[in-house]
């Protein structure tokens, strides 16, 4: 699972064992976490009785499974690796993201008007989104290329704060402010990596399964003055090599109150977890 935490689950009450019980609920053995706070991955594998890495900043992974090796953090803290010991002979290595949220892509599509191309091209250079995943994807890139030869999966979760160019096609365009197609950079480019979006191959059409990650607690319609919030999906479970996704959904838990009403929320993100099952072959 993708889970951002939202500030270690410190803008609900209860928070902990909120988050505790929704990745007990949820099935997950393992989690990318985002927003941890430098601490958040540490409190949740200690109730739950797990292994953890924990980065400096946002990014960490909690496992059922021990961690063996570990890899980065990554540039900026933007992310972070672990390789697991599944049993059994068996590996697997995960990575952590989190990108940086401003400028915010959809922001520049849905009130500023810009064309696909000056959207793009906001995501290369006015961002450091693009400069992040290239870095965790040439970090991670041993790994990738030997998951595709036969090695351990490899799975890249996080909060990427951009859309996926999956999502913004033609048949989704009423979604997606009238736009018929953005190429985003940063999913392109862990596409071109040779990962897998496994919601998106579970969930093959936009239009009908938008799987929309942002944000449960920033809905449209929601009755402020301001303009609505674009809905998209921004957090991701990637994978390559020898997993089949059987199953993948973007969950909540309760029925999440916008903010500034969210205080008493079972849910304690302003993001939707993705949770996928695969099977290991």
């Not at 250079?125 to 351990?152: C, F, H, M, W, Y």
Request: aromatic share 10%.
């Amino acid at each position: 699972a993708s889970f951002n935490t939202w500030h270690a689950a410190t803008q609900v009450t209860g928070g902990l064992t909120k988050a505790t019980n929704f990745i007990t609920s949820s099935g997950a053995d393992v989690l990318a976490l985002q927003e941890t706070q430098g601490h958040f991955a540490k409190d949740l594998a200690r109730d739950l009785g797990w292994y953890y890495y924990q980065g400096p900043g946002s990014v960490a992974i909690i496992s059922r499974y021990a961690i063996t090796q570990t890899f980065g953090p990554a540039l900026e803290n933007a992310g972070l690796g672990a390789r697991l010991n599944l049993g059994a002979g068996k590996e697997a290595v995960v990575w952590s993201v989190h990108l940086d949220a401003y400028p915010y892509g959809p922001y520049n599509a849905c009130y500023e008007g810009m064309t696909p191309a000056q959207i793009e091209d906001a995501e290369r250079d006015s961002s450091r989104r693009v400069v992040q995943i290239n870095d965790i994807l040439t970090r991670a890139a041993p790994e990738i290329n030997a998951a595709k030869s036969g090695g351990p999966p490899v799975f890249l979760a996080g909060d990427v704060n951009a859309p996926s160019h999956l999502d913004w096609v033609p048949a989704a365009a009423s979604q997606n402010c009238g736009y018929s197609s953005v190429n985003w950079p940063t999913s392109r480019a862990v596409s071109d990596a040779g990962l897998n979006d496994s919601y998106r191959v579970v969930n093959p059409h936009p239009a009908t399964m938008p799987g929309d990650t942002w944000s449960p607690v920033y809905p449209k319609n929601n009755g402020s003055t301001g303009p609505d919030e674009p809905q998209d999906r921004i957090d991701f479970v990637h994978y390559a090599g020898s997993a089949t996704p059987v199953s993948s959904a973007a969950e909540v838990r309760g029925t999440p109150q916008p903010v500034p009403d969210n205080q008493n929320n079972e849910w304690v993100s302003d993001h939707r977890a993705v949770v996928t099952t695969f099977n290991l072959t």
